[in-house]
C-alpha cells in the first residue's frame, strides 16, 4: 500500500505539469534575477526570514533577462515566483510569460539605481561624457573627422582613451561589464552608448529616417577584446579591478557604495563639455546623474497563497521600514522612491495589481 500511495504521489505531481498546484509542492519562496537587485532581494529575504514563521527566500542571482527567462517559461514548483529585474520587462517577455500560461503578473518598482563606472583608487581618475564612453565602447563610431551617419562608420579604431578624447589619460581601453542577458547592460546600452550616439546630429537624425539601423548602431557594443563580459557576479569585477589598475568596472551605485574604499568612481557628464557628476545618493534621486534607472521585481499570481510567504514577502519588501527613506536598503545603497510613488507600488503589491504595459 505504501508502494502504492508514493507511486500515485509521483504520478499526481507529473500529471500536475505546470499548473499551479504544482507548486503546492514547495514550502519555500523561490527568487531569480538581476545581479544589482540580488543584494536587496537578499537583505529583505534575510530579514523575512529572520523575524516570520516562513522559511528564508532562495535568491538567486541570474540576470534580468535570464531571470525572466526563467520567471516565464511556466508555472509550477519547477519554476520560480518572483524574478527581480534592474529595467522594465519587455513586451516579448510578456507575451512569452502569456505563452506558457504565466497570464497574471504583478509589477513593483523598488526603488532607483546608478550605473557607475568605476576602477581601483590607485588608477589614475578620469572625468567622461557620454560621448567619450560611446567613442571608446561603441562596435561603429563615426570615422575620425566626420559627424558619423550611415557611409561615415568605421569599426572602433580607438585603443586608449586619449584617442577618444586628448583630455583622458594615455592608457588602453579596458572595460569589464555585465554580459548581454543582464539588466545593467541594457541599461548601459540605452542611457549611456546611445545617449554618446545622440551627442552626434548625423546619427541621432538616423533614429528617424531608419530606426532599426539607429538602435543596432547606437547601442552595440565592440567585440575586439577592449570590453570583456564579466558574467554576472558584479563582486567580481570589483575583485578584478583591485588587481588592475588599467581596467574600469561597470555596475550598479550599491556595489560602490559598499566598496568605496578600494574603488573609485569616475563622473559622468551629459553632454560634451557639460559639468560632470558624481554618482552620489543624492545625483540619482534627483536625476542629475546621467546613468540611472529603476530596479523592479515581478511576482506570478498564480503561484500566490499555494506557495507560502509570498503575501508577507511583498509586505516586507513594500514596507517603509525596508524600502522607505530610512529604511534598511537604503543603507545597502538602494535609491528609495519618492513617498507617492512608493505608496502606489506597495498598494499594489498589496492588492495584487495585473501588470499593464504602457
Known sequence: MKKFAAAAALLTAATLGTTGAEAQSRDQIRIVGSSTVFPFATAVAEEFGRTTSFKTPIVESTGSGGGLKLFCSGVGTNHPDITNASRRIKKSEVELCAKNGVAGIVEVKIGYDGIVLAASKDAAPMQLSLRDLYLALAAKVPAPGTDGGEGNLVDNPYKTWNQVNAALPNKPIVVL?????????????????????????????????????????????????????????????????????????????????????????????????GDSQAPTFEAIADGSYPISRSLFFYVKKAHVDVVPGIREYLAEFTSDKAAGDFGYLADRGLIPLPAEDRAKYEQAASALENLVLD
Open 177 to 273: 561589464g555585465p554580459p548581454p542577458t543582464s539588466g545593467t547592460r541594457d541599461a548601459f546600452n540605452e542611457l549611456a552608448i546611445e545617449g554618446g550616439c545622440k551627442t552626434f546630429p548625423a546619427m541621432k537624425a538616423m533614429k528617424k529616417s531608419n530606426k532599426k539601423a539607429y538602435k543596432a548602431l547606437c547601442r552595440g557594443i565592440r567585440e575586439d577584446g577592449a570590453y570583456t563580459e564579466a558574467g554576472e557576479n558584479d563582486n567580481l569585477i570589483v575583485q578584478k579591478l583591485q588587481t588592475n589598475s588599467e581596467a574600469v568596472g561597470i555596475f550598479g551605485f550599491s556595489f560602490l557604495d559598499q566598496n568605496g574604499d578600494v574603488i573609485q568612481a569616475f563622473p559622468i557628464a551629459k553632454k560634451e563639455g
